[in-house]
C-alpha cells in the first residue's frame, strides 16, 4: 500500500507505520495483537475484522459538547483557505491516517466528505468534487469504502425528521440528500450504504401520527433502495438500529424492532442490519444479544464497533476496549459466518482532553487489538468445540424421536400434551451458567 501523503502536507507527522509488535511490547505506537497477516481458521485477520475509520468522529468531530467549545483544533482545517480547501485537506489527512493506521476501509456521509451548498444542486455538486478527490485517493492506496451514509439529522429543517417529517418537503429534500449520497456511494464502490434514522422518530406523541409516519419511512426506503439497485448498487442496505437519542424515541429501536418492520414492508431481501454496541446497550441489550438475534433473523450485516458507559445512559461512542465483550462479538459473527459485504466500523470518537495527534491512533490500535484477541479466542472456542458441544446437548432431546417429530411439526398438540413425563426431576438438569463463565475466562486470558 503505497504511503499516501507523500507529496502532501503530512499531518501526522512523526508517526509511521503501525506495526505489531507483539503483546510484550511497550510501544503505544504499535499492535500487540492485531497482526494483519496472520492466519486465524481460513482466513487472515484482515480478511476476518475488515476495519473501517469512521470519518467524521475521527477527522470532523472537534470535541465539542453540550457545555463546552471545541478542543481539537485540526491542521487540516486552521492551514485552509478557503471552506472547500478545509475539506479536501481533510481527505488528505484521513487518507495519510488509513495508511499509516493500515486499515483497509473508511465510511462517511455525505457532509463529512464535502459541506452542503445553498441549494441541493449545489450541495451535490460539492459531494460529487470531493467524490472524485476520494476515488483518485482509494486508488493510489488500495482504502476501500465499507458504506457511505447521509447526515438526515444535522441541519435544523430535520429537526422534526427526515423521511417522517410531516412536511413533505423535508422529505424531498432527505430524498435528494439520500440520492446523491447513494451515487457517491456506487461511485467509489462502497460495499454497503446505511440508514441511520437519527431523527425518524418522535419526542412526544402528542404531536404525532406514528403510523403515518412509519409507512413514510418504508415508502422512502423502498424508494431508494429501488434508485440503487436501478443505478448499479450491488452492495447491502442496511439500517442501523437505535433506540433513542436524538429523538426520545426512534423507530429503529434495536434488531429485532427493525426486522419486524422490514418484513412487514417487504424490505428484508435487500436490507440487513448494522450493530452498534452502544446503540445495543441503550435499548437495554448485550451486544451480543443484537448479533445473535441478528444472526438468528437472517439480517447480520455489519457492526459500529464502540462502547458505552455502563453509568450513564448515553451513547458516549468510545472505542472498544473490553476482550470479553469482543469475544464474545466475534464468537457471534464467526458462527453467522463472519463478515461478507460488512466490517468493523470504529463508530467512536477520542474523549475532548486527548489533544494530541498520537491519541487517535492510540484509540484505534486498543480497538483493533481488542478484536484481534477477540478473534483469536473465539476462534479457539470454536475449534475446541465445547461450547457447542454442551449447547448441542443440552438440545439433544429433539433430535430425535418425540422430541424431532414436535420439531419438525409433525405432532399435534393433544399429542404433545399426552407425552408429559411423570416424576419431580423433569426439568431439573443444571444450566452450568458458572462453568461455561469460568471457561470463557480460560479462553480469553490465554489469548496469545
Ligand atoms: C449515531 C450513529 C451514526 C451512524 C451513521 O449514533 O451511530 O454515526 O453510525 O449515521
Ligand atoms: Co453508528
Known amino acids: 500500500m503505497a504511503e499516501y501523503f507523500v507529496g502532501h502536507k503530512e499531518y501526522f507527522p512523526g508517526i509511521g507505520k503501525i506495526r505489531c509488535e507483539g503483546p510484550k511490547s511497550d510501544n503505544p505506537l504499535a499492535f500487540k495483537f492485531y497482526n494483519p497477516d496472520r492466519k486465524v481458521g481460513q482466513k487472515t485477520m484482515r480478511e476476518h475484522l475488515r476495519f473501517a475509520v469512521a470519518y467524521w468522529h475521527s477527522f470532523g468531530a472537534d470535541g465539542t459538547d453540550p457545555f463546552g467549545a471545541a478542543t481539537h483544533i485540526h491542521p487540516w482545517t486552521s492551514d485552509a483557505r478557503n471552506p472547500m480547501e478545509a475539506y479536501e485537506h481533510k481527505l488528505d489527512a484521513a487518507f495519510e491516517f488509513f495508511t499509516k493506521l493500515g486499515v483497509d476501509f473508511y465510511c462517511f456521509h455525505d457532509r463529512d466528505l464535502a459541506p452542503e451548498g445553498q441549494t441541493p444542486i449545489e450541495s451535490e455538486r460539492n459531494l460529487a468534487h470531493m467524490v472524485s478527490l476520494a476515488h483518485e485517493r482509494q486508488k493510489a492506496t488500495g482504502v476501500r469504502l465499507l458504506w457511505g451514509t447521509a447526515n438526515l439529522f444535522s441541519h435544523p429543517r430535520y429537526m422534526n425528521g427526515a423521511a417522517t417529517n410531516p412536511e413533505f418537503g423535508v422529505v424531498a429534500h432527505a430524498a435528494a440528500q439520500v440520492k446523491a449520497a447513494i451515487d457517491a456511494t456506487i461511485e467509489l464502490g462502497g460495499q454497503g450504504y446505511v440508514f441511520w434514522g437519527g431523527r425518524e422518530g418522535y419526542m412526544s406523541l402528542l404531536n404525532t401520527n406514528l403510523k403515518r409516519e412509519k409507512d413514510h419511512l418504508a415508502r422512502f426506503l423502498t424508494m431508494a433502495r429501488d434508485y440503487g439497485r436501478a443505478h448499479g448498487f450491488k452492495g447491502t442496505f442496511y439500517i442501523e438500529p437505535k433506540p433513542m437519542e436524538p429523538m426520545k424515541h426512534q423507530y429503529d429501536f434495536d434488531v429485532e424492532t427493525v426486522a419486524g418492520f422490514l418484513r412487514a414492508y417487504g424490505l428484508d431481501k435487500d436490507f440487513r442490519v448494522n450493530i452498534e454496541a452502544n ?28 462502547r458505552g458507559d455502563p453509568r ?5 461512542d468510545q472505542f472498544p476496549i473490553n476482550v470479553y465483550d469482543t469475544t464474545l462479538a466475534m464468537l457471534a459473527i464467526l458462527r453467522a459466518g463472519g463478515f461478507t459485504t460488512g466490517g468493523l466500523n470504529f463508530d467512536a470518537k477520542i474523549r475532548r482532553n486527548s489533544v494530541d495527534p498520537a491519541d487517535l491512533f492510540e484509540a484505534h490500535i486498543g480497538g483493533m487489538d481488542a478484536f484481534a484477541a477477540g478473534l483469536l479466542a473465539a476462534q479457539r472456542i470454536i475449534e475446541d468445540g465445547k461450547f457447542d458441544a454442551f449447547v448441542s446437548q443440552r438440545y439433544s432431546s429433539f433430535d430425535t424421536g418425540d422430541g424431532k417429530r414436535f420439531e419438525d411439526g409433525r405432532m399435534k398438540f393433544e399429542e404433545l400434551a399426552a407425552l408429559a413425563p411423570a416424576g419431580p426431576d ?14 470463557i475466562m480460560q479462553y480469553v486470558l490465554g489469548v496469545e
Open 426 to 439: 423433569v426439568g431439573r438438569t443444571s444450566g452450568k451458567q458458572e462453568r461455561l463463565e469460568n471457561l
Open 312 to 316: 450513564n445512559g448515553w451513547d458516549t
Open 279 to 306: 446503540h445495543a446497550e441503550l435499548a437495554g441489550h448485550d451486544f451480543q444479544h443484537e448479533l445473535e438475534t441478528a444472526a438468528a433473523l437472517g439480517i447480520f450485516g455489519s457492526v459500529d464497533a464502540n
